[in-house]
């Protein structure tokens, strides 16, 4: 049976993850270290800091790959309008400027769903449930 200490230190693990909004990387660090020093006094803690390590290191793949598929997008964007501008041609950069807001709303989706997946995850963590967060690359088993 799994003890509300284990439950609460779970739930904390999960949310520990927005400690990357205060710092840099701290969404992988703080959770690393509270795994870390308690994953051998429960398997209950063990289980969920290997589901939060795993997701976030995932987040963190997922992040730099649309951030080079974006920076893509963008850059060829800039290129464009400057051909264009070279050419002699006056236009609206319509190219630039759509890039820039599907940039922002796709980012803004990922944040909020990022958000929604570490909450339910801490609660269900603290229900006493392993939660096991989608298109998660399995890193650490």
Known sequence: M???????????LHVSAFAKYLIPFAGIVVPLIIW?????????????GKSV?????????????????????????????????????EVFPVELVS???????????????????IILGSVKANEGTVYKYPFTINFIK
Do not use: C, P, R
């Open 36 to 48: 870390q020093t308690k994953k051998h006094q429960s398997e209950y803690v063990d289980a969920n």
């Open 99 to 117: 890039t820039v807001i599907i940039g922002a709303i796709v980012l803004g989706a990922w944040t909020m769903t990022e958000f929604i997946l």
């Open 2 to 12: 799994t003890t509300q200490n284990e439950k609460t230190t779970a739930a904390l």
């Open 53 to 89: 390590i795993n997701f976030h290191l995932s987040i963190l793949v997922y992040s730099i790959v649309l951030a080079i598929i974006l920076g893509i997008f963008f850059l060829n964007s800039i290129i464009q309008l400057v051909q264009i501008e070279n050419a002699g041609g």
